[in-house]
Nanobody, 118 residues
């Protein structure tokens, strides 16, 4: 069983920064992908960024150049540094863990709220 715990959300003004963290615990394969999704009010959950244990990263176009994903494999923790935040970044941010070598099992955190005021 895997537990994902996010932290770092909050309220900031537009143009500000936040750093989200997600710590994974439990049975975790060394080959995995950890990432972030977000869900704004009234909208579907969307992909934000992910980072594979191999070092490969990917971002949705709307955050490229503003957000940076990083990870500490020893701690099974992934971070999302968010700069130049915009009101449209307001959402609940969810951490995701995918383990391709375990049947592609997907685990989710409970989310952390990010609110950007204009």
């Amino acid at each position: 069983q895997v537990l994902l715990v996010e932290s770092g959300g909050g309220l900031v003004q537009a143009g500000g920064s936040l750093r989200l963290s997600c710590a994974a615990s439990g049975s975790i394969s060394s080959l995995n992908v950890m990432g972030w999704y977000r869900q704004a009010p009234g909208k579907q959950r969307e992909f934000v960024a992910h980072s594979a244990s191999t070092g490969i990263t990917a971002y949705v176009d709307s955050v490229k150049g503003r957000f940076t994903i990083s990870r500490d494999n020893a701690k099974n923790t992934v971070y999302l540094q968010m700069n130049s935040l915009k009101p449209e970044d307001t959402a609940v941010y969810y951490c995701q863990l995918v383990q391709p070598t375990r049947g592609g099992v997907v685990d989710w955190g409970k989310g952390t709220l990010v609110t950007i005021s204009s």
